[in-house]
Nanobody
Framework: QLQLVESGGGLVQPGGSLRLSCAVS????????IGWFRQAPGKEREGVLC????????NYADSVKGRFTMSRDTALNTVSLQMNSLEPEDTAVYYC?????????????????WGQGTQVTVSS
């Protein structure tokens, strides 16, 4: 059974950094496309970054370019989201999700399995 569990959220001051992790069980990362999404209060869930089965990353949010980086560890079967220079606008619940499609997508409907989410709050 495919399961994803996020960790690493918390409260950070503007300009600070956080590293989110997504532990994947049930299937190898090489058979999955993994996306990071976020949902702020009152807003729709949006795609942030994605990594295809082959490990190629795709950025879907212009606001995080140069600040957020996605990586994976195939030995540990985990995916990470490194977030630097955080801004109050980055405050949201962050989710990792898995898709069976070969290529990345920002469409929520194309992801079959989701983690429970982890709260990231950027505030002074």
């Amino acid at each position: 059974q495919l399961q994803l569990v996020e960790s690493g959220g918390g409260l950070v001051q503007p300009g600070g950094s956080l590293r989110l992790s997504c532990a994947v069980s049930g299937f190898r990362l090489s058979s999955l496309t993994i996306g990071w999404f976020r949902q702020a209060p009152g807003k729709e869930r949006e795609g942030v970054l994605c990594m295809s089965r082959s490990g190629d990353p795709t950025n879907y949010a212009d606001s995080v370019k140069g600040r957020f980086t996605m990586s994976r560890d195939t030995a540990l079967n985990t995916v990470s989201l490194q977030m630097n220079s955080l801004e109050p606008e980055d405050t949201a619940v962050y989710y990792c999700a898995a898709s069976w499609y070969y290529f990345c997508s920002a469409y929520v409907s194309e992801y079959a399995s989701w983690g429970q989410g982890t709260q990231v709050t950027v505030s002074s």
